[in-house]
């Protein structure tokens, strides 16, 4: 009897779950597909959000994530391979700096806000602008990027190292031709994944790329991202709920989209694994 | 010939020395360029904060006649304990639906709706926070106006951050869940336990360590989070005191009040900022004690 309740019990946890998450993706998919069409991603927008559409918002998040990759993929790429490839590992610095990242992984984005704003905006004088909101958007996607591609570095089994090492190729070559391409979808998932993250994040750049809805004119102007543009229709302007519920649903896909192919990679990545062992 | 060729590896072994001796040296660059950027951000904080907590400034954000900042009261408990009232509830809710869904995946589910639930919580961890936020404002805050208005209040803010927090503790839990050895439900259906006793007496107990660090995990994520709180807490500062009472947490406070923050004031908020890091190395530091193995931050 007992039994069959807490069966009972775990399918209706379940059902639970599947309802919010229903009762979420049927809210975002009714309000926003009406919104959706191409005039939408194409047009400016009219009256702060309530009409037109919101391509300089859509300019404006690509050039905001083009300046944080820019800045974190060679600083996060080199750190991750010398933490797990050139670092001695039982070293007291060394675990130092991994739980530092860990604790900045955790660091909630409004914090990453607070520093950006006083450091890009204020101490470098680049003011509200996208070059400012990319910096940021760097430091938050650093520990994240570095953890991952560590995580996939280290999964390469240590007998190709050892096999690396007797035939005397130098580590830069086992590196570039052994190490990278097998780790390569790993690092790859890790990256797609802090993309999405950055994506998804409005909190970090309320205050460093500021919140000008028109085309950006350069890197060190202003310019508002979608996760922004959704938070400032919702908040701020009275009837841009539709307006919001459109952007949301575009957010949604884009990151939707990057996490389905983050996943597959990480799937034939494991799949590859099994196979070779 | 052999000699020679013996020469030409043993040569180009030099050379190719010299080019990893380069390759090391850019490489700790990078490294010390992290390091660098990670030292800036603690020290940055700090020395903006500093007005606010040197001597015994810290003590102002202890006073118990509230915030108001153009007045010079900077007390920050009200907030600190709503932030602690928002988490926690979300936690409490999250965790039976957390945990449950990651037993229904694991021990459950037939394959054919396993595998596809799975995919709907990995999906529910991509939504955007102010996707979130969004849906709160315009769906679950009208609802609870009409049953507790002003509807704006800790509960719906509770509500949407146990959805926020759920995969992280389904996914973490659904591992921890996985990674036991299948042993313990061979002894288990040997001793004729029912499949009840087996999960609640046996499994989740052996998986207390992988469940824990997803736990911690989701509390750092919600005293973190701040928009979507913003958006369906009500923001106004009291002590959290009823269940259907709006309340403004710490991260909710330094976003709305951040843009005309002056002296003192933003000098508090940064306070602010430190503290929330602070307890976030707390946790980080628990989570790492309790899983010996490497742990990816996601």
């Known amino acids: 009897m007992i039994n069959r309740l807490f069966t009972l019990l775990i399918w209706g946890l379940a059902s639970c779950v599947l309802f919010a998450f229903g009762w979420l993706m049927v809210d975002v998919l009714v309000q926003g597909v009406p919104m959706l069409s191409l005039d939408f991603l194409t047009s400016d927008p009219i009256r702060s959000g309530r009409a037109g559409g919101i391509y300089p918002i859509i300019v404006s998040t690509f050039l905001i994530l083009g300046v944080a990759l820019t800045i974190v993929l060679p600083i996060g790429l080199g750190s991750a391979i010398w933490l797990c490839e050139f670092s001695n590992k039982d070293s007291k610095i060394v675990s130092t700096i991994r739980l530092s990242l860990d604790v900045l992984a955790g660091v909630p984005s409004i914090v990453f806000g607070l520093f950006g704003y006083a450091f890009f905006c204020g101490f470098l004088e680049l003011g509200f602008s996208i070059l400012s909101g990319g910096l940021t958007l760097a430091c938050m996607m650093l520990p994240i990027l570095i953890r991952t591609t560590e995580a996939g570095l280290a999964a390469v089994p240590n007998e190709w190292r050892r096999a690396g090492a007797a035939l005397g190729l130098s580590r830069t070559t086992l590196l570039w031709r052994v190490l990278i391409p097998y780790a390569a979808p790993a690092i790859t998932a890790g990256l797609l994944l802090s993309i999405g993250r950055a994506t998804a994040e409005t909190a970090a750049l309320i205050f460093t790329s500021g919140y000008v809805d028109r085309m950006p004119e350069s890197l060190a102007d202003s310019g508002r991202s979608l996760a922004v543009h959704i938070y400032d229709l919702s908040m701020n302007v009275v009837g841009g709920d539709k307006a919001a519920y459109g952007s949301a649903l575009v957010l949604i896909m884009f990151i939707v989209s990057i996490n389905l192919l983050a996943n597959a990679l990480s799937e034939s990545w494991m799949q590859k694994r099994v196979s070779r062992q | ?298």
């Not at chain 2, 900042?69 to 009232?85: D, H, N, T």
């Not at chain 2, 994520?221 to 009500?234: F, I, K, P, W």
């Open chain 2, 1 to 298: 010939m052999t000699q020679s060729a013996g020469l030409l590896i043993q040569l180009s072994h030099i050379k190719k020395r010299g080019v990893d001796d380069w390759l090391c040296l850019f490489l700790s660059g990078l490294m010390g360029l992290t390091v660098l950027l990670l030292l800036l951000i603690v020290a940055f904080l700090i020395l903006e904060a500093w007005p606010a907590i040197h001597g015994d400034g810290w003590r102002q954000f202890l006073r118990s006649d509230g915030w108001y900042p153009l007045e010079g009261k900077l007390g920050l408990l009200p907030m600190f304990w709503a932030s602690i009232a928002v988490g926690v509830g979300a936690l409490l809710v999250a965790l039976p639906f957390g945990l449950g869904s990651a037993v229904f995946i694991a021990y459950y589910a037939p394959k054919v709706i396993g595998k596809p639930f799975a995919g709907v919580i990995t999906l529910l961890a991509g939504v955007p926070s102010v996707v979130f936020g969004l849906w709160g404002l315009t769906e679950l805050v009208p609802l609870v106006n009409q049953w507790h208005p002003p509807g704006a209040s800790l509960f719906t803010a509770i509500i949407v951050l146990a959805i926020m927090i759920l995969p992280t503790i389904s996914l973490t839990s659904y591992s921890a869940l996985l990674a036991l050895p299948t042993q313990l439900q061979l002894n288990s259906a040997a001793l004729a336990l029912s499949k009840k006793t087996m999960v609640v007496g046996v499994l989740i107990p052996a998986a207390w360590r992988g469940i824990t660090v997803g736990v911690l995990l989701a509390i750092a994520r919600a005293l973190g989070e701040t928009l979507a709180v913003l958006m369906v807490a009500g923001n106004v500062v009291q002590m959290p005191t009823g269940l259907f009472e709006p309340v403004r947490v710490l991260t909710a406070n330094i976003a709305l009040e951040m843009a005309y923050a002056t002296d003192n004031h933003r000098a508090a908020l940064f306070a602010s900022g430190l503290m929330l890091m602070f307890v976030v190395f707390l946790i980080a530091l628990g989570a790492s004690k309790l899983s010996k193995k490497e742990m990816s931050p996601i």
